[in-house]
Nanobody
Framework: QVQLVESGGGLVEAGGSRRLSCEAS????????MAWYRQAPGKQRELVAS???????TYAESVKGRFTISRDLPKNTVYLQMNNLKPEDTAVYYC?????????WGPGTQVTVSS
């Protein structure tokens, strides 16, 4: 069973930056798609960004131009660089890995953006 662990969350001021990391517990294992989701209090979990292979990426409209997803395949790690953060970006951010019909979630990391 592959596990995902997120890191990099915390408190940041509006306009600031933060980089989230998500590392898979198995080195010789690659998810076909890795993604970041977020869930704010009282809201549904939403897709923030996803990456398939090395370079096929998608972003939610609300983060386009501010967030960048990338992955390091040898390290089995996916990153989310978040710039120009806004208070509405405050949420628990979850890492997700998919291969075939399987889906694995990390426990989440809290990002709080103060105004």
């Amino acid at each position: 069973q592959v596990q995902l662990v997120e890191s990099g969350g915390g408190l940041v001021e509006a306009g600031g930056s933060r980089r989230l990391s998500c590392e898979a517990s198995k080195i010789n294992f690659s998810f076909s798609t890795m993604a970041w989701y977020r869930q704010a209090p009282g809201k549904q979990r939403e897709l923030v960004a996803s990456i398939s292979g090395r370079t096929s990426v998608t972003y939610a409209e609300s983060v386009k131009g501010r967030f960048t997803i990338s992955r390091d395949l040898p390290k089995n790690t996916v990153y989310l660089q978040m710039n120009n953060l806004k208070p509405e970006d405050t949420a628990v951010y979850y890492c997700n890995g998919r291969i075939g019909s399987g889906s694995t979630w990390g426990p989440g990391t809290q990002v709080t953006v103060s105004s």
